[in-house]
DNA sequence: CAAAATGATTAACC
DNA sequence: GGTTAATCATTTTG
């Protein structure tokens, strides 16, 4: 492409100041004499229509006796010199570049995400163990969150593909067009301040085209999220098992239902799900708890039943058939018992106590407890924490009605020291 | 299908 | 950073 122009430019150098030259160039045409200017108007045209048609050898011989002249270098660097001044001083100033905003955040988020940044191929492989590990319990859960990994290492293995792909063209074409310009540089005034120019120019374009792949993965990314991750929302329920052994934990920690972290992690692991599951699961459980205590009261009495029964599997039998909290007892007037008082609980609970059959709920309440005391009584008084914990409603009825909160209770047993203490906190029923 | 249940998210708080 | 309380969005239930 920038040949002809030169080579052109070279005819007329020859044409000029250089007999030899010109003497050549004439030779290469019609040779004839011009009989008038028409004529040499047409060969003019001639020659410069056929010039492309000049053989490579030709064009090399002409140019090798160009660099050969010997004003050459001279007028070569007044040439570099007036370019510098000129063209590269114009262009220099807006040299540095700026890093695009719009990049920076397209790739903090593909490396928050995990598409960019170093190869993290065992991660996913853990997690698929682990997601093995756990079995039957919350398989469906990272076996979503394994078909999320899935299909977000696809995006990622994509986005590398490409990313080398340009990167590859464009080092070739980089690499080619230096090779050019380092050609060309021989017999036109170029700098090698222009050539890293010209690199940078051909990089900006090339990073414009990568933005392109940035910004389309990125929307990958967002649209997986919202399938999977963000399908979050998209709930699904805890199995049977699992709510369970946090109900049991929940109950037999009434008095502080507060799990440790340890805690947390050791029913996460029993239940197949995330710590912070757990820790949403016990924030729903005490709020809910707390706003309607009479709706988990049978819950309560059953779980308090069940944990006093699994701790000591002795003399089930005289327990059960002896108190109406127990499960086995349900549809009965145990049953009824329960709900009715759980009732006038609330009531007293949400209408702060007077007006309403004090002395009765007070009965029922107490005789309630008496009756989960002779439950314990009787099953081996298997734990603090329970006993304690049945007592606390009674507590919360009494001295503060409208204020249910575990945290302003007194709970004396359990502020044993400053500091929690390194497994010292729960060591009781929850196995 | 409406209501209840339930897991997750959010803002405010300490 | 963890909690509470309110709320959202979905699932389960009657």
Redesign the pocket.
């Given at each position: 492409m920038d040949e002809q122009p030169r080579l052109m430019h070279s005819h007329g150098v020859g044409m000029a100041g250089h007999p030899g030259l010109a003497q050549h160039m004439q030779d290469g045409t019609a040779g004839t004499d011009g009989e008038g200017r028409k004529q040499d108007i047409g060969d003019i045209l001639q020659q410069i229509m056929t010039i492309t048609d000049q053989s490579l050898d030709e064009a090399q011989a002409r140019k090798h006796a160009l660099n050969c002249h010997r004003m050459k270098p001279a007028l070569f660097n007044v040439l570099c010199e007036i370019k510098e001044k000129t063209v590269l001083s114009i262009r220099g100033a807006q040299e540095e570049e700026p890093p695009d905003p719009q990049l920076m955040r397209l790739d903090n988020m593909l490396l928050a995400e995990g598409v960019a940044g170093p190869e993290k191929g065992g991660g996913s492989a853990a997690a698929a163990a682990a997601a093995a590990a756990t079995g039957g319990i919350g398989a469906d859960n990272s076996a979503e969150h394994s078909d999320y990994r899935a299909k977000l290492s696809q995006i990622r293995q994509i986005y590398h593909t490409e990313l080398e792909k340009y990167e590859q063209a464009c080092n070739e074409f980089t690499t080619h067009v230096m090779n050019l310009l380092r050609e060309q540089s021989r017999t036109r005034p170029i700098s090698p301040k222009e050539i890293e120019r010209m690199v940078g120019i051909i990089h900006r374009k090339f990073s414009s085209i990568q933005m392109q792949l940035k910004q389309s993965t990125c929307e990958a990314v967002m649209i997986l999220r919202s399938r999977f991750?963000?399908?979050?929302?998209?709930?699904?329920?805890?199995n049977k098992q699992?709510?369970e052994i946090?109900n049991e934990y929940f109950y037999s920690h009434l008095s502080n239902?507060?799990?440790?972290?340890e805690a947390?992690e050791e029913l996460a692991k029993k239940c197949g799900?995330?710590v912070?599951?757990v820790?949403?699961?016990?924030?729903?459980?005490?709020?809910?708890y707390?706003?309607n205590i009479s709706?988990f009261q049978e819950e309560a009495n059953m779980y308090a039943a069940r944990t006093a029964v699994n701790a000591t599997s002795v003399s089930a039998h005289g327990s059960q058939a002896n108190s109406p909290s127990t499960p086995n007892s349900a549809g009965s007037a145990g049953s009824f018992n329960m709900s009715n008082s759980g009732d006038l609980f609330m009531s007293v609970q949400s209408l702060n106590g007077d007006s309403y059959q004090g002395g009765q709920v007070g009965a029922n309440i107490q005789s309630q407890v008496d009756t989960l005391r002779h439950v314990i009584s009787q099953t081996g008084g298997y734990s603090d924490s329970l006993a304690a914990s049945q007592m606390y409603s009674p507590q919360g009825i009494n001295v503060r009605p409208t204020n249910?909160?575990?945290?302003d209770a007194p709970t004396p047993s359990s502020v044993t020291s400053p500091t929690e203490g390194p497994g010292s906190v729960h060591s009781d029923t929850s196995n």
């Open positions: 991750l963000d399908a979050r929302r998209k709930r699904r329920n805890f699992a709510t946090l239902p507060y799990p440790s972290e947390k799900i995330t912070s599951q820790s949403n699961w016990f924030g729903n459980k005490r709020i809910r707390k706003k709706k249910g909160g575990w945290q």
